[in-house]
């Protein structure tokens, strides 16, 4: 069996093996110069363009969330690294007690295993890492 594959992990988990890579390649998109002339068709194909390449700008990216006390946010915001700076957002405080925060952060994948304790011994709660279909700057 030949077979195009990202990963092999659904090979894998239908209990075959990859034997040998034939070949390696790279997704390209090609547009026809006349198409592109074309003002409606242009615009379709940079928004594909736009797309492809936020998909590809997401690998090895994720989204981490966290609350965190105003106690501790400072504490907990200078541990953060992030894309460009973290988005903060005052929680509802419907009872007016203590208030809380929200923050959300898009960081590398392989800073989670390190960040997320670190994230909760400086206060931070609720902590959730999620993945990232697509990054557009």
């Known amino acids: 069996v030949v077979e ?4 092999g992990q659904t090979l894998i988990a239908n209990g075959l093996r990859i034997i040998e890579t034939i070949c390696q390649s790279t997704t390209q998109l090609i547009a026809n110069r006349k198409a592109l002339a074309e003002p ?4 379709k194909i940079e928004s594909l363009k ?3 390449l936020g998909a590809v700008e997401a690998e090895g990216k994720v989204g981490v969330k966290l609350n965190g006390s ?5 504490h907990v915001i ?5 894309m460009k700076r973290p ?5 509802w405080n419907a009872q007016g007690g203590e208030e809380w925060w929200a923050v959300e952060v898009v960081i590398e994948e392989r800073q989670v295993k390190e960040l997320l304790p670190k994230l909760k011994a400086a206060g931070a709660r ?3 890492e999620y993945p990232l279909n ?3 700057y």
């Not at 988005?87 to 929680?91: D, G, H, M, W």
Request: aromatic fraction near 4%.
């Open 4 to 7: 195009l594959t990202e990963t």
């Open 78 to 82: 200078s541990v953060l690294p992030a």
């Open 40 to 43: 409606w068709k242009r615009q």
């Open 50 to 52: 736009t797309l492809l």
């Open 70 to 74: 105003k106690a501790n946010l400072q």
């Open 126 to 128: 609720d902590l959730i």
């Open 87 to 91: 988005t903060v957002s005052q929680l």
């Open 134 to 136: 697509k990054v557009i």
